[in-house]
């Protein structure tokens, strides 16, 4: 997979079979338009395109709301497409000019003038260019004018895949992993450096390491504590996560997330560690005591070690 940084560095690409949109998660909805891209690719010996936006549209036009939260990094969505089979991946900066351009000038101007389209795939109901004005009718229109061909995603096809970035984003959000990684077709995965931490898991015989997530627009998994394999620099781990406000323990409503490594003893104080996350044991609640907490955490290992 070649993958283009820049819209305007991009070299001849063989009959281009194209496809549109922000892709996060790369869930089994995007998986399949993605196989049909490629599918098309073949049978026009062509090579397969996906055009992809960054930052995600909404940050840069709407700066003040952060209520969004991504499911991917730039650098995972790049890792996850790799594995599709894609021949091409454009990351097109986005900008406020961008979402100004007329649906026309788009289509002329980005799509045929700097990739060359041939075919474009795409949904039903996508829209794009100033104010959304643009749809699948005016690219059929376009298409005999600047020599490409439309493929519509139909709306049968879309309502088949029921999944979406955002029904993704809420069961992650609820802590529900196993609906989530059923909808994206693959783990859920997060990223973050350890920090230093209270080190009161230590005295309850669960050290954990204290992780700071790298991208501050990385979505967060509700409270609670789950089961995750964690890779170090060096190995892979099983690992028990907690995130949340450690009500037995602090008096806060700051979330932190901790981990601990079954079998690990050794010092990761400036690792990067990556999560996947594989169910949700518990939710996060308060007990009456350390002993307590000790002796459900010890339940909780027990749980993680017998799967």
């Known amino acids: 997979m070649i993958i283009h940084k820049s819209i305007n560095e991009i070299g001849e690409i063989k009959n281009p079979i194209l496809?549109?949109?922000?892709?996060?998660?790369?869930?089994?909805?995007?998986?399949?338009?993605?196989?049909?891209?490629?599918e098309l690719a073949q049978e026009k010996n062509g090579e397969s395109v996906l055009l992809t936006f960054h930052p995600h549209p909404r940050k840069v036009l709407f700066p003040d709301d952060d209520s969004l939260k991504l499911i991917n990094t730039i650098e995972e969505k790049t890792a996850l497409l790799e594995q599709f089979g894609l021949d091409h991946v454009i990351y097109m900066a986005f900008e406020k000019s961008l979402s100004r351009m007329s649906p026309v000038e788009y289509v002329r101007d980005i799509l045929v003038n700097k990739i060359g389209i041939k075919t474009i795939v795409i949904g039903y109901d996508h829209h794009f260019g100033r104010n959304r004005e643009g749809d699948i009718e005016l690219l059929r229109e376009l298409g005999p004018i600047y020599d490409f061909e439309v493929v519509e995603i139909t709306a049968q096809d879309i309502d088949e895949i029921t999944v979406s970035s955002t029904k993704v984003r809420r069961a992650i959000e609820k802590g529900d992993i196993k609906i989530a990684n059923e909808f994206l077709g693959h783990p859920f995965c997060m990223t973050g450096t350890v920090v230093a931490g209270a080190k009161l898991g230590r005295e309850l015989g669960y050290p954990t390491a204290n992780l700071q997530v790298n991208d501050i627009n990385k979505i967060i998994p509700g409270n609670g504590v789950y089961e995750v394999i964690v890779q170090t620099k060096e190995n892979r781990f099983t690992g028990m996560l907690n995130i949340g406000t450690k009500p037995t323990v602090a008096d806060s409503d700051e979330t932190s997330i901790e981990v601990h490594l079954l079998d690990f003893n050794a010092d990761l104080y400036g690792q990067e560690l990556t999560l996947t996350f594989i169910r949700k044991i518990r939710d996060e609640q308060k007990f009456d005591d350390l002993t307590a907490l000790k002796n459900q955490l010890s339940k909780d290992e027990e749980s993680v070690r017998r799967r």
């Open 19 to 38: 496809t549109v949109g922000t892709f996060d998660g790369v869930h089994v909805g995007h998986q399949k338009i993605i196989s049909r891209i490629n």
